[in-house]
């Protein structure tokens, strides 16, 4: 509070009157100050942390550097998982092994018992993985006149991708 005395001055008089002036405290609700953009890395990538402490902002002071982050959606968990480190600043997605396509993310900070949320898309695009000899072929030893032998290359050879796979000889 803040007392102001207000003086009238008429000729050699003079009178004052003080009030008191208080200002409450209204709760500023948390606003994304910097959306996350869309990502798109590529299959295998290394994990991509992200710093969540410019994406969010809150003009209370105190209730901007208590803010806390978490995901609150993923809609893809077998391409990408997440989670916030241990001091609540740092989003890390953690891409998963041999996996692309798409999935939106939603983070939410909360700063007090308020929340604001922001989403953001991560498409992840398909490297071609090289086919791998999965299992190998056994020694055989055959005589003369012997019958054509047929050997199944199936379970010999492997390849990531489903569609190259088919091709395999």
Do not use: C, K, R, W
Request: proline share 8%.
């Amino acid at each position: 509070p803040a007392t102001l005395t207000v003086p009238a001055t008429s000729g050699v008089n003079t009178v004052s009157d003080a009030f008191v002036v208080t200002i409450s405290n209204v709760n500023d609700l948390p606003v994304v100050a910097s959306a996350l953009p869309d990502i798109t890395p590529t299959e295998d990538d290394p994990n991509l942390d992200i710093d969540l402490t410019p994406v969010f902002h809150d003009n209370d002071p105190d209730d901007d550097a208590a803010m806390t982050y978490a995901v609150t959606g993923n809609t893809n968990t077998s391409l990408v998982t997440t989670s916030v480190d241990q001091f609540g600043n740092t989003l890390t997605l953690d891409f998963q092994d041999d996996a692309y396509g798409t999935a939106t993310l939603t983070v939410t900070a909360t700063s007090g018992v308020n929340t604001v949320s922001d989403a953001f898309v991560d498409t992840i695009s398909n490297v071609n993985d090289l086919p791998v000899v999965a299992s190998a072929l056994p020694e055989i030893t055959p005589t003369e006149d012997d019958p054509n032998l047929e050997i199944e290359l199936t379970p010999v050879l492997h390849d990531n991708e489903p569609d190259d796979a088919a091709g395999m000889a």
